[in-house]
């Protein structure tokens, strides 16, 4: 009956889209525009005074993506192109009315766009129409680049996210490359000016090129995007396939060879062991090596990430593993390459499994990755090599090997065609290098099929070898996507084998048969000028396992309301929920779930404020059933931004949580603060205390950053306990102290 009844809802739904009257793809001329040659590049200046600016051609003619698609902008933008024997040159002129209105946003790298004034572009070197890379700023002068892959499928449709969705991420913020940024104001706007080394970004050959390219320019007072070649407001810029061109003019045939040695010194202590001050000092480092001109070899020694900002604590109220996200850069740079699978569900390659065990850091001696264009075909190459790690065990007091000395391999190949269209492989590997015998293989194929602007299909299969596994098993998936202005549609069967095992994945689940759809509406008010948008929608999944059995059911209905300022809520949210329980499930410390089947209802809030704003919130409140209870609880997180120097934000993660197997409490809280002295200086904090664990986390980081986010890093790391024994195992008091000191500098060697 339940599913009778969603079948019934979804059909009628999928009828009122076939009958709406839906407008067509706007079909403008595709705008090419040219960059003029100069002897010698501009002072990188940001006051675009240079005399070779003044006889560069125009690239303007801007319409708006947002709020009103197709129409004229707001306020007028120019690029200008330049170039010599080494690098691209680019000047932006974001003319600006009042002055006054110019919303700077956070002077850090990478900071996110959307909620600042900003300019933006992509350049798809291949004329692929699917890849590119992506470089930005706002009149703060950061540095903001990334990768697009698969014509931005997977990714946000709102610049500025980072990847969070492992490998499978259409746009990859974490890639950093070596290229200079200004800019300026003065009474009639902001400029920026932009110097791209060639070397810095891949393409197929020297002589003389065509490139896609897209500019974009955000009015954030207006919350207005403009773009130079005209896109549908329901793609981003990432949508390379809709880019304009860049033609007649000339790059060199060079390769990139450049060396970023580190060292880093560390002082820590273990206060679970009472092993005293530990003093270590590590040296390392990467190589970058154009191949050829089309293919990069990435090469690392003693890898170390000690730099990298500490996780985001999570509440867990469910039986499965939670998602981290990668964010190791090493990793993270051309993960695109490697993504096959189905995000946070069913990823077949997924490098958090390499150089982390038990919540510890793996040693990584060494590795390589070779990635790039191959007679017109996208190769990936990944190999790791991981030391083993022992940790001290309490009740056996003596070391326990963790993890086993492990080599890892990914070989990644997929051809592209036009529309969005391709096919490809994945073949992942891991063995231990102490018994050979120990090995786990994944293998897989993949394909994406593009139909007009609006219709994809994309699905892969899978399998997997463990020698301790006898029956090994598959893995399968086919989704489409119908996505216009006004609709959205999305429908997704996966079947997963109880024996399927990609180890170097993440899957949270085996043994199921699973569905998933959607449908969304929008509504546009252009007569209402303080609100933007309405989207009604339902939301359907199941899973049953492969006697029948529903082990989790999900139905939400829901609608949202967005304003022009970008504020927004839902309201209401309902949700019907199941959840089959084949054998117990301690859900709190002392509170144990039977085996059955539980049912409930619940309402479900979410909100936030204008977040260009000085201060500004975001919420999520949910009330209702919840197994053999009730529960109710939020998560909200209140900000703070001065100028562009500082930014803080107070996090709150709370449930109340009453079964009829006992009551319990959660809570999370995380501060966080950034201050930014110079774009490229900047002083990060997040502590963060759980009443779980009883632990009060600090991390403390300082960047002074060169080149492609070299430079250097001092780091403290704190743990406070303030548990009792009997219920955590840990004395009161300090847990683990670390202090890290650690410089990195990219030396371009050259050809």
Do not use: C
Not at 68 to 96: C, K, N, Q
Not at 459 to 487: L, M, V
Request: hydrophobic share 35%.
């Amino acid at each position: 009956m339940r599913i009778l009844t969603i079948s019934i809802i979804v059909l009628s739904l999928s009828a009122l889209s076939i009958g709406a009257q839906e407008p067509t793809a706007q079909q403008l001329q595709e705008p090419v525009g040219t960059a003029k040659l100069v002897t010698e590049g501009p002072t990188i200046d940001g006051l675009l005074t240079d005399d070779a600016w003044n006889d560069a051609p125009i690239l303007n003619n801007f319409v708006q993506r947002e709020p009103v698609e197709g129409e004229p902008v707001s306020e007028r933008t120019e690029i200008r192109l330049l170039y010599d024997e080494s690098a691209l040159y680019v000047g932006a002129y974001m003319f600006t009315e009042d002055p006054s209105t110019i919303i700077v946003g956070e002077a850090r790298r990478d900071a996110p766009l959307e909620n600042t004034d900003a300019f933006l572009m992509v350049i798809d070197t291949y004329l692929d129409r699917q890849n590119g890379f992506v470089f930005g700023t706002t009149p703060a002068g950061i540095e903001y680049d990334g990768q697009v892959t698969r014509d931005g499928q997977g990714g946000g449709i709102i610049p500025g996210q980072r990847q969070q969705t492992g490998s499978a991420g259409g746009f990859n913020l974490n890639w950093d490359g070596a290229w200079q940024v200004a800019t300026s104001q003065d009474e009639h706007g902001w400029y920026a000016e932009l110097r791209i080394p060639f070397e810095t970004v891949r393409y197929a050959e020297g002589g003389m090129q065509t490139w896609g390219v897209n500019f974009s320019r955000n009015i954030r007072f207006r919350n207005e995007q403009s773009v130079w070649a005209p896109i549908p407001r329901n793609f981003s810029l990432f949508r390379v396939s809709l880019a304009g061109t860049i033609t007649e003019f000339e790059a060199p045939g060079k390769t990139i060879f450049t060396i970023s040695p580190y060292v880093l010194g560390d002082v820590s202590r273990d206060y679970t062991r009472d092993t005293g001050t530990e003093y270590d000092g590590t040296i390392g480092g990467e190589a970058k090596l154009g191949v050829t001109q089309s293919l990069t070899l990435d090469l690392t020694v003693n890898t170390d990430f000690a730099q990298v900002e500490v996780d985001d604590l999570q509440i867990n109220l469910t039986r499965f593993p939670l998602f981290f996200p990668e964010k190791r850069p090493f990793f993270l740079e051309n993960a695109g390459s490697f993504s096959v699978g189905t995000p946070r569900s069913a990823d077949l390659f997924f490098s958090r499994r390499i150089g982390l065990a038990a919540g510890e850091a793996v040693p990584i001696q060494a590795g390589a990755r070779l990635t790039g264009k191959l007679a017109g075909m996208q190769i990936g190459y990944l190999m790791i090599q991981a030391a083993p790690l022992d940790l001290f065990d309490d009740e056996s007091e003596e070391d326990d090997r963790v993890a086993q000395p492990t080599n890892f391999g990914v070989v990644r190949m997929f051809q592209e065609f036009e529309n969005r269209t391709r096919i490809g492989g994945l073949f992942v590997s891991r063995v231990n290098t102490d018994d050979t015998s120990d090995y786990n293989l994944t293998y897989a194929v993949d394909g994406t099929y593009g139909v007009g602007e609006s219709l994809n299909f994309v699905g892969w299969a899978s399998g997997t070898t463990t020698p301790e596994i006898e029956n090994d098993d598959y893995g399968f998936s086919f989704n489409s996507t119908y996505e216009t202005r006004d609709w959205t549609m999305r429908a997704t069967y996966r079947e997963i084998g109880d024996g399927f095992n990609p180890e170097v994945g993440f899957l949270p689940r085996r043994g199921y048969r699973h569905v998933f759809a959607n449908v969304l509406r929008k509504y546009r008010f252009p007569e209402i000028e303080w609100f933007r948008e309405m989207r009604p929608h339902i939301v359907w999944q199941q899973f049953w396992d492969f006697e029948g059995f529903t082990e989790s059911f999900f139905l939400h209905v829901d609608s949202h309301f967005e304003f022009s300022n970008g504020s927004f809520f839902q309201l209401p949210a309902i949700n019907f929920v199941g959840e089959g329980l084949k054998e117990e499930f301690e859900i709190s410390p002392g509170v144990i779930i039977p085996p059955g089947s539980y049912d409930w209802a619940e309402w479900g809030f979410r909100a936030n404020t204008n977040r260009s704003a000085s201060i500004f919130l975001d919420t999520s409140i949910t009330a209702g059933g919840f197994y053999s209870g009730n529960r109710y609880g939020t998560t909200t997180t209140l900000s703070y931004r001065y100028q562009d120097k500082l930014l803080t934000s107070v996090r709150l993660t709370y449930f109340d949580v009453n079964l009829a197997e006992g009551d319990f409490e959660t809570s999370l809280v995380a501060v966080k603060g950034s201050y930014s002295f110079t774009p490229s200086i900047f002083l990060q904090a997040t502590i963060q205390y759980d009443n779980q664990s009883e632990d009060l986390g600090s991390n403390i980081r300082f960047g002074w950053l060169n080149t492609a986010g070299t430079g250097l890093y001092v780091v403290y790391n704190d743990i406070q306990h303030y548990g009792m024994f009997d219920r955590t195992g840990f004395d009161r008091g300090p847990k683990g102290r670390q202090f890290i000191v650690k410089y990195t500098k990219q030396f371009d060697i050259g050809n």
